[in-house]
């Protein structure tokens, strides 16, 4: 059943060029079947890149809205008896998926419009922070290899002795990479993959690490010593922390792999609960629910 093209990208019928391409972008992102698991998103994105297809050109457009879908489909005579795409290339980078259609040419010869992206692999860039599988243009292609970095190599950066194509070579990692992240040397590319580590959780820039404090610590303060990729720091937990609360630490995340700081390091308090008590620190736990109830309240 045909769809109407507006309604698949939320747009109304009088919708300008920006308006559609700001619809598609979001919704590309939504979708994109790298990104979005569920069984529904393939299909779900090829049929928003038809209407983006369609909607983004003048000329089909108008084609759409006078005689509607049954125009772009085979045999329906658009273009003076072409068929509206005249070819479609797909393949596969590393673990991403890639489609797009070209119009009487190549598509980095200006035959076709791929969502606002300059080419049709930008959207990479936008989506895993990885450039174009395929380079700018039609220029010489760059070998591509793979490398694994344990975190806090990814984190502080490090220079690395390589095998390449049977040739040894030092590269210099910056500081900041992430698992995805390309990284263009003057004849070849190094696409990362970095390793997790047990004490930090990331986050773009930003770190979340976890620290344990007993109900004592928690409801009275104290200072703690908190793990950083620094090293670690004494941290004041300040008196009536609730559980899972997250204290910031500015500037104690990622250096920005392009310099001009770092993120941030969020400290995430889990409150300790004993599961076996003495006699007496039930007396004394008592004691001081009794005392509590002396009062309005604790909080």
Known sequence: ???????????????????????????????HPDRNKSTEATEKFKEINKAYEILSDTKKREVYNQYGDSAFQPGGGFGAGREPF??????????FTYTYTTYG??????????GGFSDPFEIFEQFFGVGSPFGRG?????????????????????????????KRQKIKIPAGVDSG????FDDFDIVVEVQSDSRFKREGYDLIT???????QATVGDIVSVPTI????????????????????????????HGGGRGDL??????????????????????????????????
């Open 181 to 184: 992240s390309r990284i263009r």
């Open 1 to 31: 059943m045909a769809r109407d093209y507006y309604e698949v990208l939320g747009v109304s019928k009088n919708a300008t060029e920006s308006d559609i391409k700001r619809a598609y972008r979001k919704l590309a992102l939504q979708w």
């Open 86 to 95: 005249e070819g479609q290339q797909t393949g596969r980078y590393g673990p």
């Open 266 to 299: 969020y400290v995430r308090v889990k409150v300790r609960i004993p599961t076996k008590l003495t006699s007496h620190q039930k007396e004394l736990l008592n004691e001081f629910e009794e005392e509590g109830k002396k009062k309005k309240s604790w909080f």
């Open 105 to 114: 040419g190549s598509p980095f010869e200006g035959g076709g419009d791929f």
């Open 138 to 166: 039609r220029g010489k292609q760059h070998p591509i290899y793979r490398l694994t970095l344990d975190f806090m190599e990814a984190v502080k950066g490090v220079e690395k002795t390589v095998d390449l194509g049977g």
């Open 230 to 257: 620094d090293g670690p720091l004494n941290v004041k937990i300040q008196p009536g922390t609730q559980p899972h609360a997250l204290i910031r630490l500015r500037e104690k995340g990622i250096p920005h792999i």
């Open 210 to 216: 976890d620290v344990e404090t007993s109900i004592v």
